[in-house]
């Protein structure tokens, strides 16, 4: 027969160790939540940038190439950044858009991220000329970039 003692120490041991477990899934919540955060606030600088120049280009604010230069430099400075630490395997969560096709293709989605890298360096490029019909075009390619990623990977 066991004694009291072992049964007790027994339970206290498994009280500990869900308490363990418990306690890194926190942990691991926690760093989820930092990334989507992450993600989510580049995301922002994107979709900032984006709208002043579609704005300008639509006529809804009178066109500055001066203010548009900067968003294109700003838009293109944001895609330099290395946002795939931003998608940690499987960080789904309730405040995120994230559709799980991102972990199970990773290099798609990868390479739609450099296409945009490679569309927002050219905007900027062209943004120096102030060429309004090639500013358009440039604008329209990035972003379908944007939404190329957008229809496959985000909810
Ligand atoms: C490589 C894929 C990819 C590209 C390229 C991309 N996005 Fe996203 N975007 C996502 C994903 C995935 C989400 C959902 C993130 C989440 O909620 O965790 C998202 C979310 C967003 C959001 C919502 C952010 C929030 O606060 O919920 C905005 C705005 C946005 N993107 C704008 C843009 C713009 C503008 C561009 C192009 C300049 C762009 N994105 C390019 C994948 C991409």
Request: contains cysteine.
């Amino acid at each position: 027969m066991k004694s009291k003692k072992k049964r007790l120490a027994r339970a206290v041991g498994l009280v500990s160790v869900i308490g363990a477990s418990l306690a890194a899934n926190g942990v691991m919540a926690d760093a989820i939540e930092r990334a989507v955060d992450y993600r989510q606030g580049v995301m922002n600088v994107f979709g900032w940038n984006m709208k002043a120049m579609g704005d300008m280009m639509k006529g809804k604010v009178a066109f500055d190439q001066e203010a548009f230069a900067n968003h294109a430099n700003d838009l293109a400075a944001a895609a330099r950044l290395n946002l795939m630490p931003g998608f940690p395997e499987d960080s789904e969560s309730d405040e995120s858009d994230a559709l799980p096709e991102i972990w199970m293709e990773f290099d798609d989605f990868e390479g739609k991220y450099r296409d945009l890298r490679m569309r927002s360096k050219a905007l900027s490029g062209v943004a120096e000329s102030g060429d309004k019909a090639k500013l358009g075009e440039a604008l329209d390619k990035t972003g379908k970039a944007c939404k190329a990623c957008h229809k496959k990977f985000k909810n």
